[in-house]
């Protein structure tokens, strides 16, 4: 078992910056891949990033050049740097650890972007 926790949204005008982390605790040695999800009202809830236990990174085309997701193992925490927000941007923002195919999910973070 994994739990994780969220922090940093809030409420920022467009061209704004947020940085998001999610602490992992529990089961932490087994953690594969994590990554960044997001859902907007009325909508599904898509991939924004992932990222290897090596630091491999994968970027969805929507936030590509603008997010960033990083990793630092030695503190069990996945961070997502957000750069030039757009009001399109505005999700509630999920972190996620994968151990052997199996998601484990936060509570999400709310990220509103202002126009």
């Known amino acids: 078992q994994v739990q994780l926790v969220e922090s940093g949204g809030g409420l920022v005008q467009t061209g704004g910056s947020l940085r998001l982390s999610c602490a992992a605790s529990?089961?932490?040695?087994?953690?594969?891949?994590m990554g960044w999800y997001r859902q907007a009202p009325g909508k599904q809830r898509e991939l924004v990033a992932t990222?290897?236990?090596?630091?491999?990174?994968n970027h969805a085309d929507s936030v590509k050049g603008r997010f960033t997701i990083s990793r630092d193992n030695a503190k069990n925490t996945v961070y997502l740097q957000m750069n030039s927000l757009k009001p399109e941007d505005t999700a509630v923002y999920y972190c996620a650890a994968v151990i052997f195919l199996t998601y484990y999910w936060g509570q999400g973070t709310q990220v509103t972007v202002s126009a």
């Open positions: 529990g089961s932490i040695f087994s953690i594969n891949d």
């Open positions: 990222i290897t236990r090596g630091g491999s990174t």
